[in-house]
């Protein structure tokens, strides 16, 4: 039968647990960046692409039927319009990819902190392991020299 020595004991396995801290409260984004990932998350979402369908419709359909003095771009120009697209992509465009790589950070602390967890169940699993092939040792020797005596 191979030698299964004693498993460390509470003491040494709470020296050697460090107790984890939150990692995402490390990260002091500037107000840039919160405007930057507040625009990332309400830009992205269905509630903004209807506000922009409803007003391009609105906007389409008062310039093609409204009375001809009241349409401020008529039909087929829609200059305006378009220059006022052309200048929401460019400003969204930046915008939301700042927001993507904050975002992109905290998602990557985090994935660390999983990793570092991870590992800490690792070595809480192996200790486990040690405590329970140690106690199957004791018990065998206990099982044997109870058989030697009857």
């Known amino acids: 039968m191979e030698e299964v020595k004693a498993p460390i004991s509470l003491e040494e396995f709470k020296k050697k647990r460090n107790a984890m801290r939150p990692v995402i409260k490390d990260i002091k984004p500037s107000t840039l960046d919160k405007v930057a990932v507040w625009i990332t998350n309400h830009v992205g979402s269905m509630g903004f692409f209807l506000i922009i369908f409803v007003w391009t419709a609105a906007w389409l359909g008062w310039n093609m039927f409204a009375p001809k003095a009241a349409?401020?771009?008529?039909?087929?120009?829609?200059?305006?319009?378009?220059?006022?697209?052309?200048?929401i992509q460019l400003f969204l465009l930046p915008?939301?990819?700042?927001?993507?790589?904050?975002?992109?950070?905290?998602?990557?602390?985090?994935?660390?902190?999983?990793?570092?967890?991870?590992?800490?169940?690792?070595?809480?699993?192996?200790?486990?392991?040690?405590?329970?092939?140690?106690?199957?040792?004791?018990?065998?020797?206990?099982?044997?020299?109870?058989?030697?005596k009857t």
């Open 71 to 87: 349409r401020f771009d008529p039909y087929p120009a829609f200059v305006l319009w378009l220059f006022i697209s052309n200048m």
């Open 95 to 148: 915008l939301i990819m700042i927001g993507q790589n904050v975002q992109s950070r905290h998602a990557d602390l985090r994935a660390e902190a999983d990793l570092k967890i991870n590992t800490k169940a690792e070595f809480e699993i192996e200790t486990i392991l040690s405590h329970l092939e140690y106690q199957n040792k004791m018990m065998i020797e206990i099982l044997q020299d109870i058989e030697k």
